[in-house]
């Protein structure tokens, strides 16, 4: 594929199909990897959630856990803002303090013994927890990521985002594909 | 059909990206940015709403909400197995709703919604691994207990999927599909030493070592021996006349277990051999009473390569080889003539095959599965002689092709609103023409906390070798038998209000025919051959509730209600080995700071039939265990009581067996101590 296109920009093609193709306007993402999928969401939550005391916190951290997909790439997000404040990835051992983090992911290859442990360790901290395991919202977590119609949407459910003294936009809500305990 | 997302759910980083399509893309992001446009960014920079419509270009691996399913999945997991302690698969199978155990001292055979046969080899039930069938290919038998090729501690899930399974899995799946997802390397990260000991001599060391290493090979190595001395006397009024009706050390049961499992990206390697021995104290099959040299031996083994990968956009392909071995052997004196013969009866069995399973997500509204299963039944034999003098008896043997092709599919006509519908064709060489059994599912969610499903499925199970030739007791043989059918109607609705609540209910209707029973009239001109003569008509409900709480804490509560009449020659009415009611009750609770954690479970099982048409009452069992699951300076431990209230409750007779009922353990306890390092 990407000899492809190597061929393709040689030849001076690709030129012409911009020309052709290019109306000026921006091209809309239409396809990505799940993995910045996930990322562009957690970064979406981190603008559209309430935290208590947000002044007293210097930058916005997404936890990761370790042995997940995301903590391959810490740098995803540098440069980026969110509540006025610098955005960093943190990745987590297992069952480490959770308390720095603003959002904690966790991944679905964790296992479920792991998922629940570090919600037990959340409970009732101001953290918002999101992973993409299937069974998450039974588990006790507050938002989980599904693929449906091989694009990737989201769940909530309230009740933990209260318990957490957490508060999430109207407009994320509204978009969830389904919510819980309003 | 369940994905786990463990199971399969490692999700790639590469997609292949083939196409104009893609070209097209990547040539006008590079458009905007001729230095090769940064999509992550991009898609950074969109707005929630804009979110939810970005495709996804790696393929999914499909993994459904459990809500979605088309079945009442019931979902065990490492957790509740902590929790409750349960020692071999029957344990767990016990607690699950609609699921119900029975031992004749010689293996654990489950019954569903209302339907078991004593005598039966655990047939109807398709026991998986990851995802792999295990039920032997002589018997058709799908292991529980100790002679099950797991040990509890590798288990990370247990599924449930009651009804009929055929449209996806084929044979075997008429009541129900068992699937047990394993732990990798990374879940022990580490080495784990393991001794248990309990009533009646019971012993059991283990060694377990996993780990994920930099490279991303993930490595898991287990093995175990497990010994228990069992009861050393065992009271059976029918055989009084036989040393007073004692059997005196009869019930001795040994196992030994080997499993590994590697990991590394995409690619599955399973190995597992398992060997248990079991002492029969029960004098089945005609054998001389309290004759020590009784027993059985049943030897597994498997390996099974699996490997995962994404072949365009939307599109993942799973292919698999596997090969398994199944031995048995059982040893019986008889007296014949007044003279003490020993007999010998053995299976062997050899099997290799493979799979390829596609699945899809490239059309819109729908995700479709579709495969093909390929199994060589390389051997298949029986073999029983009298040792001495020796008498050849039975030497059956074959070999032959199963293949099944499936397709499913999964169409979203609304947000809220599913169609599942899918059919599997099989051709097996025990039967004549091929079997079609479709599955059809209407999940449709009226407020978002309400999953309702309609469910129709249909199940067959073709004869097996043991059906079909000369059996161990020189019976007929039956070469016309066919194949059994179920066809199964349900109707679940699923609250999940939020806050860890789960309620359930069902609605059920299984209808049974031509089910292979042993004809065991002296009279009758087929007397000793499995004909299809049975019929059963099962319906009932089921009722659960759930609450999970956050701090671990899980109350749970479920119960069965089921009617089931068995129409054979003979019998009209109640069928035997069919409890009306089954009501389960589990409760866990944390103490110290998740340091500990005790579970209790009641589990009552009502009153059945024998085989004799005799009542076995009503009984219930309550087990405790008491667990400190937080590593203390590495050590970890727990102390289970199995049958606190020392209940002497009555399981069935199988039909090989004089006794009508067998008395069963009362109060046992058992401790586990393990080693991190």
């Known amino acids: 594929m990407r000899r492809l296109y190597r061929s393709l920009n040689r030849t001076g093609l690709v030129a012409l199909i911009c020309l052709l193709s290019h109306v000026g306007a921006a091209v809309a993402v239409s396809a990505s990897s799940i993995e910045e999928l996930t990322l562009a969401y957690l970064y979406n939550f981190l603008k559209f959630t309430e935290w208590p005391a947000v002044d007293s916190i210097n930058e916005m951290t997404i936890c990761v856990s370790k042995a997940g997909r995301l903590a391959a790439n810490p740098d995803a997000l540098a440069g980026r803002l969110a509540q006025n404040k610098k955005v960093v990835i943190k990745s987590l051992d297992t069952l480490k303090d959770p308390r720095t983090c603003q959002i904690l992911f966790l991944d679905q290859t964790e296992n479920s013994l792991n998922i629940s442990q570090w919600l037990k ?39 933990g985002v209260r318990n ?7 407009q994320v809500l509204k978009i969830a594909r389904d919510v819980r305990g309003k | 059909m369940i994905q786990s997302a ?54 999914s691996r499909f993994k459904q909400k459990i809500s979605e399913a088309p079945s009442a999945v019931e979902v065990l997991t490492a957790k509740d197995i902590t929790s409750f302690n349960w020692r071999t698969l029957a344990d767990a199978l016990n607690a699950i709703r609609g699921l119900y ?27 998986m691994v990851d995802g792999r069938r295990m039920n032997d290919a002589a018997y058709d038998s799908g292991f529980i207990g100790e002679e099950f090729m797991l040990d509890m501690n590798l288990i990370e899930r247990i599924e449930y ?111 597992g051999f398992v060997d248990r021995f079991k002492q029969d104290p029960t004098a089945s099959f005609g054998a001389i009473f309290n004759d020590s040299y009784n027993y059985v031996d049943d030897r597994s083994a498997y390996m099974d390569l699996d490997y995962h990968t994404d072949v365009a956009k939307g599109l993942a392909l799973e292919t698999r080889g596997f090969h398994h071995w199944y031995n048995y052997y059982g040893v019986t004196p008889q007296a014949i003539d007044a003279s003490r013969v020993v007999n010998y009866d053995a299976a062997n069995a050899r099997w290799w095959g493979g799979e390829l399973k596609l699945t899809g997500t490239q059309f819109k509204s729908h995700q479709w599965i579709s495969g093909v299963e390929l199994q060589y039944d390389d051997l298949q034999q029986l073999l029983n002689y009298n040792i001495k003098p020796y008498q050849l008896l039975n030497n059956s043997y074959q070999s032959g092709t199963r293949i099944g092709v499936y397709l499913q599919d ?123 003569a049975g019929k059963y008509y099962a319906h009932g409900f089921e009722l659960g509730s759930e609450k999970k709480w956050h701090n671990d804490r899980l109350l749970k509560l479920t ?17 035997q080995g069919s409890p009306n009611n089954l009501v389960k009750a589990h409760y866990a609770e944390p103490f110290l700071d998740n340091r500990f954690q005790l579970g209790f479970e009641e589990l009552f099982i009502d009153q ?54 067998l008395a069963m353990d009362g109060r046992t306890a058992r401790l586990r101590v393990e080693y991190n390092f």
Request: with cysteine; glycine share 10%; net charge negative.
């Open chain 2, 559 to 575: 119960w069965t209600h089921t009617i089931t009449q068995q129409v054979a020659p003979g019998i009209n009415g109640w069928a």
């Open chain 1, 121 to 159: 360790q959340t409970e009732k901290l101001p953290i918002l927890t999101v992973s993409d395991k299937p069974d998450f919202l039974d588990m006790g977590g507050m938002i989980m990521l599904i693929e449906a119609d091989n694009r990737l949407q989201f769940e909530v459910d309230l009740t």
């Open chain 2, 6 to 59: 463990d199971f399969g759910g490692r999700s790639t980083k590469t997609a292949f990206r083939h196409g104009r399509q893609t070209v097209l893309f990547s040539i006008s992001l590079a458009c905007l940015n001729p230095a090769a446009a940064d999509n992550a960014d991009q898609v950074l920079d969109l707005p929630l709403a804009e979110l939810v419509n970005v495709e996804i270009t790696s393929a």
């Open chain 2, 101 to 127: 155990i029975r031992n004749d001292r010689d293996y654990s055979y489950a019954g569903a919604r209302g339907f078991m046969r004593p005598g039966d080899y655990n047939s109807r039930l398709l026991i």
């Open chain 2, 410 to 532: 999964e169409y979203r006509l609304a947000d809220n609103l599913l169609l599942n519908a899918g059919a599997r064709l099989d051709q097996n060489h025990m039967i004549n023409g091929l079997q079609l059994n479709p599955r059809v599912g209407l999940i449709w969610d009226p407020i978002s906390t309400l999953t309702t499903k309609l469910l129709y499925g249909s199940a067959f199970r073709a004869p097996n070798l043991y059906e079909r030739s000369t059996n161990s007791l020189g019976f007929a043989a039956n070469a016309n038998n066919k194949q059994e059918l179920i066809t199964s109607y349900e109707a679940v609705a699923e609250f999940r209000p939020g806050d860890g609540i789960k309620l359930l209910g069902t609605l059920f209707y299984n209808d049974m025919e031509k089910v292979l029973l042993q004809d065991l009239t002296p009279t009758s001109a087929t007397y000793g051959a499995f004909i299809n």
């Open chain 2, 161 to 271: 999927l009651p009804g009929s399974g055929s449209s996806v899995y084929g044979g075997n799946a008429l009541l129900g599909v068992v699937n047990v997802i394993t732990k990798q390397g990374k879940d022990f990260n580490g080495g784990k030493l393991t001794a248990e000991g309990g009533s009646m001599d019971t012993f059991r060391v283990r060694g377990t070592y996993g780990k994920k290493f930099d490279n991303d090979v993930d490595i898991l190595l287990n093995a175990s021996q497990y010994a228990s001395n069992g009861n050393s006397q065992l009271y059976f009024p029918q055989f009084s006349a036989t040393h007073n009706g004692f059997a005196q050390n009869m019930d001795h049961e040994q196992s030994s277990r080997v499993f590994t499992q590697l990991n590394y990206h995409n690619l599955a390697f399973h190995g």
């Open chain 1, 164 to 170: 957490a003294g957490l508060n999430l936009n109207s």
């Open chain 2, 608 to 661: 059945q039939l024998t085989l004799a048409n005799q009542i076995a009452p009503a009984y219930h069992l309550m087990n405790i265990n008491f667990a400190l699951t937080k590593p203390w300076h590495g050590f970890q431990g727990a102390l289970g009581i199995y049958n606190v209230l020392d209940q002497h409750y009555l399981a069935l007779g199988s039909a090989q067996q004089v006794q009508d009922t």
